[in-house]
C-alpha cells in the first residue's frame, strides 16, 4: 500500500472528518471558518519583497556601518562636531537607502497583487475565486491548462488531466492524473482539467519548503552584486593592516595632543571605507523597480533588471509574444466530398466538449457554435490539446455509435508526407495562416496511435493578430546587436511567414529536424533564425544550446509550453495574460502583455550597469589614494595630514553629490561584462596618481612651512592638491560631457571655492591657504598628476581594453 493510500484510509486523515467536503460543493462557510481558526490557511509570505524589518536590518547593519559607527562614536568624545560629519552623511544615505527600498518595495508588492491568480475553489457548491492566501486545508481547488498547484493534494476530478512536474521531478513527460493520485504544489497542468482536495497547505507544502529555502540565494546572477561584494572583500584585506599601522604611527610614533592624534587617525580610516557605493547600487535598482513598475512591469527579482541589459539572445515564443492571444477563424476548406453542415456540427461539439479551450478552439467555437444539430450527440471520451502532441480529441455516441472518434490538431502532424491535404496547408502557411485539420480517427481515443492513419475532413484556417509594437521591438533589439530567436509550436512556414510581416529576416526551420546532440544543435540555432514545430522539451534544450555556446539568453513566453524554458533562461519575461506557471517561474511580468516594455527595461539595465561603473571608479580611487596616504604617513612616520573634515568636504563635493546624481542620470551605453576589472583599472591608477602628488605637496609643504600653525598650512596646501586632482577625476568620469555634467562639475568647483572665500567656513573646515608660493606649488603638483592621469589612463584603455 502507498503512503497515497495509507493516508486515505486513515480515519485520523483530514479526508475522514466530520466536516469533510464534498467533491462536488466543496467546504461550508462553517468548515472554512473552523480550519481558520485552527491556523489551517496558505498563509506562505509573498514573494514579491521583503518586510520593512528586513529592509532596515540590511541597510542599518552592515560591515562598514559598524566600521564608522564606532569611529563616530569616538570622534564626538574627542574632536569638535566639524569633524563627525562623516557620520551623519552615513545616516543620510541608510536612511534615503531604506526610504528608497520601501518605495520599491510598497511598488512590487501592488504589483504582484494586480498580477496575483485567485486559484477556483468549491465553497457551499458554488466556484469562488480566491486569493492564494486564502485557501485552507481540505479546500476543493479546481485546474485547468496553464493552472500551478499551490498546495499539495489528492486529485479528486480528472477529466484527461495531464500534470508537469519537471519543475520538482526533473522528469519531463506530463504525467496523468486520475483520482486519488497525488498533486504535487509548484507542478502545473499541460492539458485538461479536473479538482483536487488540499491535504497541505502554507509551509507545509512541498513548492513552499522549496520556495523557502530557495529564498536565501539570489536567484538571478547579478554581475554587478558580486562584483561589489568582491571588490568590498579586497577593500577588507587592504583597510585591517593599513589601519592598525596608521593607528600605530599616530598614537605612539608621534608626540602629538592625544585627542588630535585620534582625529588624524580616524581621517585615514575613514575615506578607505567606499560606505556609499552599495547604497548606490541599492538605489539605483530600487529606482528602477519603481520606473518600471509605473510602465505595468513587475520585476519580481532585482537583479533581473541588469540581467536583461547584458542579454544577447531573445528567445520569443510567437504566440502572445509577437501575436495576440486571441485568433479569428477566416475559412473552412471541406476535403474529399465531406458535407460542410456535417462538419460544422462537429466542430461545435468538440468546442463544447473542451471546458478550457485554448485560442484555436476559441476561434472555432466563436465560429461554429454548438447549435443543437448534434445535441443527439454524446461525449464519451476527451483527450484535451497539449504542446507535446499536437492535436485534441474527443469521441461521441449517437446511440448507434455512429459519430465516432475526431481530432483537431497540426496537419503535419496527423497526416503522411504525401498526403495532398498537406499541400494546400503549405500554400495556406506561406501567407502566415494558421491551419489545423479536422480529421475522423479510426482507433479509440486511448489508443496511443491513434493519431496513426486518419480521415482528413476538412481545414480550419485561422488568422493570427500580430501585436502592433511587436515590429519596433524586434527593431529595437536588431539595433543593439541582441539576436531574436523565434521559437514556436505552429508551423515553421506560418511562423516564418509572421515573423517576415514584422520584419524579421533570416532562415525558417522545422524544429523535426534539429540535431539532438547540443554542439550541433547550438550550430543550428546559430544559422537560424525562425524555429517551428518545438516541442516543451525542445524549447528548453534550445536554451541550453544557446547557452552553451556563450549566450545570455531571455526567453519570453505565456503558455504552459514555455514554463521549462523560461525557468532555465538567464531571465525568464512571462506575459501578464498568460499562464500561472509562467508567472511563477520568470523573473520578469509584463503586466500589460506588451512586448514593447521590453525596451524599457534593457534601459533600465544598462542605465544601472553603466551609472554604477562609473560611481564605482570615483569611489574606488578614494579608498586606493587613502590607503596609499596611509601606508606613505607610516613608513614616513610623519603625521596624517587631514582630519576627518577635510576628507567629509572633499568625499561630499567630489564623490557623494556627484555620484548620486550620476548614478540617477539617464545612460544607453551598451553593457559590457568585467565590472570588477573594468573598475579597477582606472581606480588603481587614479587612487596612486592622486595619492602620490597629494603626499609629495605634504612633504613640500612640511618643508615651506615652520613655526606655529604650519600643520594647518600644510594640510590646506595637501588637500588643495587632492581636491583639484579628484575633481579631475570626476571630470574624467562624466565624459561625455553634457550640459547637466558640465553644470554638475562647474558647482563641485564653485562649492570648494566658496569654502576658500568665506571666513567661518575656512574655520569651519580648518582650510586656509597662507602665502603665495605653496598654493600655487599645490595647484602645479595638482595640474602635474592631472596630466599623468590622463596619460595613465589612455594606456590602460589601450594596453588593457576590454
Known sequence: MTHLDADRLDPEHPAHAVDAPSPATGLTA??????????????????SSRSLADIVRANVFTRFNAIIGVLWVIMLFVAPIQDSLFGFVILANTGIGIIQEWRAK????SLALIGEVRPTVRRDGKPVGISTS???????????PGDKAVVDGVCVEADGLEIDESLLTGEADPVVKQPGDQVMSGSFVVAG????????????????????????????????R????????????MMVPTAIGLILSQLLAKDNDLDDSIARTVGGIVPMVPEGLVLLTSVAFAIGVVRLGRKQCLVQELPAIEGLARVDTVCLDKTGTLTEGGMDVTDLRVLDGADERHVRAVLGALGASDPRPNASLQAIIDTYPDDGSAGAWRNTRSLPFSSARKYSGATFDEGDGAAGTWLLGAPDVLLPEDDPALAETGRLNEQGLRVLLLARAARDLDDPEVAEGVEPTALVVLEQRLRPDAADTLRYFADQDVRAKVISGDNAVSVGAVAAKLGLSGATVDARRLPAEREEMAGALDEGTVFGRVTPQQKRDMVAALQSRGHTVAMTGDGVNDVLALKDADIGVAMGSGSEATRAVAQIVLLNNSFATLPSVVAEGRRVIGNITRVATLFLVKTVYSVLLAILVVCSQVEYPF???????LSTLTIGVPAFFLALAPNRERARPHFVRRVMRYAIPGGVVAGAATFVTYLVARQHYTGPGALDAETSAATLTLFLISMWV???????????RVLLVAAMGLGFVVVLAVPWLQDFFALKLVGVTMPWTAVGIAVAGAAVLELTWGWVDRRFPV
Open 106 to 109: 510598497k511598488t512590487l508588492d
Open 193 to 224: 482539467g479536473g479538482a483536487f482536495r488540499a491535504t497541505k497547505v502554507g509551509r507545509e507544502a512541498y513548492a513552499a519548503q522549496l520556495a523557502e529555502e530557495a529564498s536565501r540565494f539570489t536567484l538571478v546572477q547579478s554581475e554587478l
Open 134 to 144: 486564502e485557501i485552507v486545508l481540505d479546500d476543493v481547488i479546481e485546474i485547468g
Open 730 to 740: 570626476l571630470a574624467i568620469i562624466a565624459r561625455p560631457y553634457t550640459w547637466w
Open 226 to 237: 558580486s562584483g561589489i561584494s568582491t571588490i568590498l572583500k579586497y577593500v577588507t584585506w
Open 30 to 47: 462553517a468548515g472554512v471558518a473552523e480550519r481558520i481558526a485552527r491556523g489551517q490557511v496558505n498563509d506562505v509570505p509573498v514573494r
Open 643 to 649: 582630519l576627518p573634515r577635510h576628507l567629509t568636504l
